[in-house]
């Protein structure tokens, strides 16, 4: 990819740059901050080098969401100034005065329809307030939206500090060192199958953990109660019989009798599995400590709801391990943040569905548009 280090000069220069900056809030504020510190080397790099930076990003799921809260945040760490939402006299207006150096954060680009459908119309907004783009949001790099793939296609467009180390440290865990780990968790099993079949063949082992275990448990025959279970049928799918196919020998379910740890013959019809239980955890523990390449992505528990024991102790048995170590994925990085050590880890991702795209597929259309 064309990195935004080989622009050449700079200063003065109107620079569009679509980060990465929708960050987790609680009341209206900020409550996880990993994703705004890796937004800060290219605002940096930008700044510096004297260029007039306008900062587009999206935040939530709800048009009316606001960015406000990381505006505040993000003053903190440099010297930004707020910009109001696209399309308006007021943005435009500060553009004119931007000085070399400047920054502007503008508004949540969801709250234009034409965002998320790539409009023809909204992306001329966009590029109208640039004279180069930067893409520098790996978390939305599996969106083709007009603030990530739409503006590439009619501006000079280069890829931003931090997502050219994602996709350099991703590219190394898509060829791993043996022994290799490759460690899934969460849900939606559809959209994780080709990326287990894949995986299969490229790592020494995957262990399935989280709730697309539960579809296992069941096309293996297995009572699974209440749990949560995808759509897609499982039964007779080959990669069940594969050797490096590890999947949780204990679980922790929850239901009339309450909350009890069960080896996977033991669950009723009327209990929920939420956890991997204790053995499972020491078993993943031996493989970890051998393993040269460990790749994560997904918790293995309702982690949401309070499950958190065995993606927290595994956490802490891949932060002590000797091995590259790549995770990602929201409640994954969250774990490791809680636990204060995401320093402890080869490579922290702030992809969760970019990140198994890419792992997936090697690339993709709003990657491909920066080379």
Not at 238 to 263: A, H, Q, T
């Amino acid at each position: 990819m064309k990195k935004i280090t080989e622009a050449g000069d700079l200063k003065g220069k109107y620079v569009l740059l679509r980060a990465s900056l929708n960050i987790p809030l609680k009341d209206g504020k900020i409550r996880n901050k990993f994703r705004l510190e890796r937004a800060l080397p290219t605002l940096r790099y930008l700044h510096e080098q004297g260029a007039k930076t306008i900062v587009v990003a999206h935040i939530g799921r709800e048009p009316n969401e606001t960015l406000k809260p990381v505006f505040d945040e993000l003053e903190k760490y440099l010297p930004v100034h707020w910009g109001g939402a696209i399309g308006t006299d007021g943005l435009l207006q500060r553009k004119e005065l931007m000085g070399d150096g400047d920054i502007i954060l503008v508004e949540n680009t969801r709250q234009n329809e034409g965002e998320k459908n790539n409009d023809p119309a909204f992306v001329k907004q966009l590029a109208e307030l640039g004279e180069v783009y930067v893409n520098d949001a790996f978390a939305a790099a599996h969106r083709e939206h007009a603030s990530t793939y739409g503006v590439a296609q009619v501006m000079p467009a280069y890829a931003g500090l931090t997502l050219s180390e994602e996709v350099e440290q991703l590219s190394k865990a898509m060829k791993p060192e043996s022994p290799s780990l490759f460690l899934l968790g969460g849900a939606k099993f559809d959209t994780k199958m080709p990326l287990v079949e894949k995986y299969l063949a490229e790592y020494d082992h995957v262990f399935i953990g989280g709730a697309i275990a539960n579809d296992i448990f069941k096309a293996k025959g297995y009572e699974v109660g209440e749990s949560l279970v995808s759509d897609v049928s499982l039964e007779g799918a080959e990669f069940l019989n594969s050797k490096k196919l590890l999947i949780p020998i204990d679980v922790i379910v929850d239901g009339p009798d309450g909350r009890k740890v069960k080896n996977l013959d033991e669950v009723t019809p009327e209990e929920k599995i939420f956890d991997c239980g204790p053995l499972t955890i020491e078993m993943l523990a031996t493989y970890i400590e051998k393993a040269k390449t460990i790749l994560w992505n997904g918790p293995f528990g309702a982690y949401e709801m309070g499950y958190t024991q065995s993606t927290e102790i595994t956490a802490r048995h891949v932060a002590g391990a000797d091995a590259f170590s790549v995770i990602g994925g929201g409640d994954t990085v969250a774990a490791v943040e809680k636990l204060e050590i995401n320093n402890l880890f080869g490579f922290v991702s702030i992809g969760g569905g970019s990140m198994l795209t890419l792992l997936e597929k090697g690339s993709t259309p709003v990657l491909d548009s920066l080379k």
